[in-house]
């Protein structure tokens, strides 16, 4: 994949995995290819149940299609599906075509996930983002390398997230923090309040009291 831009990420637990994929999903456009790379048990499949939370469908469907290969879920409502496939067990680009897959992998109504992708890497479209898992240094922890391309900005603004409105760092997505990337830069940026340092560049206004929520 070229043009791309590399993000590293600290997972601290399988919640974290599952926001991740939740906030990858939410932001697809239809019709992109996620590669996930990693071991077994490195936390694929998690990143793809949080992935169909964020396109609508039910997280529960998703297991790992290690011995069925691929799985199709249609969204709800009209809304984006779901392919998901493991491509470990599989010898080469025909067996794969014999399944469906070039339809499949041409429906701008579905997101494609994909685990193993390097057993048959000529068989795999052109990957928006790659997703590399491994174990950190927690049982529960996963690193995370991010590469996506820049063809897919979208999914760059979700994956990354904004940044540490303290340090200027990365804020992983789904952390308690938000929109801090720690503890220790959310107490700092409350000591900047109480210590003057920050100002309102105008006077308050009523709007600026009412609850958005509320009409």
Known sequence: MTDVQRHELLLEDPHRTHE?????????????????????????????????????VDPGSVSSPTFTILHEHRG???????????????????????????ELSRDGAMVLAVEWPERVPEAVPAPAMIITLQHGPEPTARHLLLEISMSAPHLLVAAVGRSCRTCGGTVTPGS?????????????????????????????????????EIE
């Open 176 to 212: 308690s923090c938000a929109p801090f990337c720690s503890d220790r830069c959310r107490l700092a940026d409350l000591g900047n309040w109480f210590g003057g340092r920050y100002a309102i560049s105008r006077e308050i206004e009523e709007d600026d009291l009412m609850d958005p």
């Open 76 to 102: 709800e409502h009209g809304g984006l599906g779901l392919v998901h496939a493991d491509l470990y067990r599989i010898g080469d680009a025909d067996e794969l075509e014999a399944l469906g897959w070039e």
């Open 20 to 56: 991740l994929g939740r906030v990858i999903g939410a932001a697809c456009l239809g019709g992109e290819h996620l590669c996930l790379r990693g071991d077994l048990g490195a936390g694929k499949t998690t990143l793809v149940r949080g992935l169909a939370e964020g396109l609508g």
